[in-house]
RNA sequence: GGUCGCGUGGCCGAGUGGUUAGGCAGAGGUCUGCAAAACCUUGCACAGCGGUUCGAAUCCGCUCGCGACCUCCA
């Protein structure tokens, strides 16, 4: 049951059956964010992701090495600021190194991923430190005739390397049509360069570029494909098992990764290609230009004005999750006070869980409810459909509670244990009750008052019941009676 | 313009050639002094137009809409 896991491979476009290299030891590499700022709701859906997907891993195999860059050194910023990174210029923008930046950012990378509950990679490499390495697979390269230097930058030799490999095999791209394509569109950029295709390995500085090496070929810095082919060889191998990423990234990032470690080892590198899909808001994309993006803090603390309130840490992960990796995921402020209700009433019933009595039969065919919720995982990590699963069930924990179902002491522990495994540590959400303040005097103080309102309800006092349940509502503390008496809560 | 993907009920979101996804909201009900919670029942769907098929929301084509990538570059 375990062992059928499939999954859906950018390589094949299908799904396929996952053939570990060694089941006893898992490889995957994901790419990182770049820490020039904070973390937004992108980041969120992308490493809440590939959080899911190592969670259900480390729960199927023994061991898996889970390695994610945190990228560090400047990488060309999209907005047309030619030839100005992004941590270089955040760090003119916030008048500090540009490590500074990186270590700012870093933290608050952390900081938001641990609140979402994503556990920390095996190892986070940076590509600062692994500039040694760079430039010796890109000597190698030079060696091999699939690269060349021109005037203190190299540049990988796309045509060559596709003599005898295929470039675009994973993006599904015709160089061919890409060169054509190329030679149609623009006639400035790098004339350095022997084809349009080419990409950069090594970059000559300019003497005010502020992140700069020594190298061979004079000072300069790494191109942004290389760090992540170094990086995941030298961690897992030249030849491991899973290479993650988001959607927008398969070209050309990638794509020039495959060919980097290929023509470098002459090896296959990574055999399962796994992609994450992207966030819109209102159906809208997300992006700076739009002015609609929203940090991870931001949802946390309901600070920005897209927002209607603050959604907790957990109700972001559980919206996460109760959509397909690889699906877009719509945000909008009534879909997250769906997820956050919808996640309320999920807690609740794991909560109930554990006042349920044995019987001495069974009535509930508690491994078929296991089964499901494995196959659900087992497609492609379909974590929506197990959610719905764990949904489903919360009918059986009502009718156990009512009678109308049974459980004998082993099935029920079964039953439990399949909760709790699912919930806590494959999907990874925790209880979230907001008791952050609760202790025990307060808590003997709220039993006092809400002894003084029982008495009232006796002497059929209602006005003064209430008023106590509605002055405490105003201090955010809710009051809910049942059959065993009143409870108290604070509310979000 | 090129390559690829998507378009599901009020909202979010799975899935499938013929059978209930699920959540939230809505409606009705049980419980309750009231409220809340919980529980039960329930309405609403597959962008448009053609085609294949005994049968398509699911396969094919076209149209419309949305998105990713296509440049040095997370």
């Known amino acids: 049951m375990k062992s059928d896991l499939v999954l859906y491979n950018t390589l094949s476009r299908k799904k396929e059956v996952f053939k570990p290299i060694d089941p006893e030891v898992i490889g995957m590499y994901v790419c990182g964010p770049t820490v020039y700022g904070d973390a937004h709701l992108g980041h969120a859906k992308s490493y809440v992701s590939f959080d899911l997907i190592y969670r259900y891993l480390k729960h199927i195999f023994p061991k898996v090495k889970y390695v994610q860059n945190i990228t560090d050194v400047g990488h060309l910023t999209d907005d047309a600021d030619e030839g100005d990174d992004k941590i270089a210029k955040q760090s003119r923008l916030e008048k500090v190194d540009p490590m500074a930046v990186v270590e700012k950012y870093m933290h608050n990378y952390f900081r938001d991923m641990d609140a979402l509950n994503v556990e920390r990679a095996s ?48 993006s599904g791209r015709n160089i061919e049509e890409m060169m054509e394509g190329a030679a149609n569109r623009s006639l400035e950029g790098q004339s350095e360069k022997r084809n349009a295709v080419d990409f950069a390995l090594w970059k000559k500085a300019e003497p005010t570029h502020l992140m700069q090496w020594n190298s061979p070929w004079g000072k300069g810095y790494p191109g942004w494909h290389i760090e992540c082919t170094v990086m995941s060889q030298k961690y897992l191998g030249d030849n491991f098992d899973i290479h993650g990423g988001g959607l927008e990234n398969a070209f050309p990032h990638h794509e020039c990764e495959i060919a980097q470690a290929e023509a470098h080892t002459d090896k296959a590198f990574a055999n399962y290609w ?63 006070e769906a997820a956050s209700k919808g996640l309320d009433r999920l807690q609740k019933g ?19 409810f296991e089964d499901e919720l494995y196959q659900a995982m087992n497609d492609d990590f379909n974590s929506p459909i197990a959610i719905a699963k764990l949904f489903d069930g919360l009918k059986w924990i009502a009718a156990l509670e009512k009678g109308d179902e049974r459980l004998t002491e082993k099935d ?15 999907l990874g959400l925790k209880m979230e009750k907001n008791e952050g303040t609760k202790n025990e005097v307060l808590d003997d103080v709220m039993q006092l008052v809400l002894a003084f309102r029982k008495a009232a309800k006796e002497q059929k006092d209602y006005a003064t019941a209430d008023q106590i349940r509605d002055k405490l509502k105003a201090l955010k503390i809710a009051v809910k009676d049942s059959k065993d008496g009143a409870e108290w809560h604070f509310e979000d």
């Open 123 to 170: 190892i986070y490499p940076r590509p600062s430190g692994h500039i040694p390495e760079q430039i010796e697979i890109i000597e190698d390269l030079i060696k091999k005739g699939y690269a060349y230097e021109v005037n203190g930058s190299v540049y990988f030799d796309v045509a060559k390397y596709n003599e005898k490999h295929d470039y675009g095999k994973l």
């Open 274 to 336: 796994l992609h994450n899909n992207m966030v819109t808001i209102n159906g809208q994309k997300m992006g700076k230009s739009l002015g609609n993006g929203i940090f991870c803090h931001e949802l946390f603390s309901g600070d920005n004005f897209q927002l209607d309130r603050a959604y907790s840490p957990m109700t972001v992960r559980f919206f996460i999750l109760q959509s397909h990796y690889r699906s877009t995921l719509d945000f909008s402020n009534e879909a997250l």
């Open 350 to 368: 794991v909560l109930r869980l554990e006042n349920l009595k044995a019987s001495n039969n069974s009535t509930i065919d508690v491994k078929a």
């Open 412 to 426: 029920l522990a079964h039953f439990k244990k399949t909760y709790h495994t699912f919930y806590f540590d494959i």
